[in-house]
Nanobody, 118 residues
């Protein structure tokens, strides 16, 4: 069964860094056939797309709010996509979700909390 599992969240101070991981399992072909994205949702706000890593290995769709601070990368051998978040700001606090698209189907992880506070 296809599954996405996020890890690496937690508490960071403003200006600090965190790296989120999303490991995919159960997908025939691994992440090489998946377009994987990171979304975040803060309380009372809509879910926001943060970054996308296409199945071709390209990182796209960084909104202006995270440009220059967030980068995504992937490790095909371990079927894992990462979101490196640097210079974190309090407004980055949210639940972060990993998603994958394969053909016409979409999949979601359970979400992981990121808190930014001094």
């Amino acid at each position: 069964q296809e599954q996405l599992v996020e890890s690496g969240g937690g508490l960071a101070q403003p200006g600090g860094s965190l790296r989120l991981s999303c490991t995919a399992s159960g997908f025939t072909g691994g992440i090489s056939v998946l377009t994987m994205s990171w979304y975040r949702q803060a309380p009372g706000l809509k879910r926001e797309l943060v970054a996308t890593h296409t199945k071709f290995g390209h990182a796209v769709n960084y909104p202006r709010s995270v440009q220059g601070r967030f980068t995504t990368s992937r490790d095909k051998a371990n079927n894992t996509v990462y979101l490196q978040m640097n210079n974190l700001k309090p407004e980055d606090a949210a639940v972060y979700f990993c998603s994958a698209i394969k053909d016409a189907s979409s999949y979601w992880g359970q979400g992981i909390q990121v808190t930014v506070s001094s």
